[in-house]
């Protein structure tokens, strides 16, 4: 019995995570933040960097490339590093 309420407890919580996530999106998204899906650009991964956004231009950088997690923060970390990149420069 002690494990149905673990996995209830684990269900409950990864469908909060998820919804939270999708509010967060859909709030970056009517910001200007985020493009609509399907029309992103490169430019806007590195305007995201620049705003120290580096987990929604992973996300981005995904979608647009259709990418895995691995290749796309390699990605994000090179453009980060470039000069006048980032939020720390």
Avoid: C, W
């Avoid at 999708?22 to 910001?31: E, F």
């Avoid at 992973?58 to 990149?85: F, M, N, S």
Wanted: aromatic content about 4%; cysteine-free; proline content about 6%.
């Amino acid at each position: 019995m002690m494990v149905l309420y673990i996995v209830v407890a684990v269900v409950v919580a990864a469908l909060a995570l998820n919804a939270l996530n999708s509010r967060r999106t859909d709030d970056l998204r009517q910001t200007g933040f985020l493009p609509p899906p399907g029309q992103g650009s490169d430019a806007d991964v590195e305007r995201l960097v620049a705003l120290g956004r580096k987990i929604d231009a992973i996300k981005l950088y995904r979608e647009i490339h259709r990418t895995d997690l691995k290749t796309a923060k390699d990605a994000v970390d090179e453009i980060a590093e470039k000069p006048g990149r980032g939020p720390t420069q």
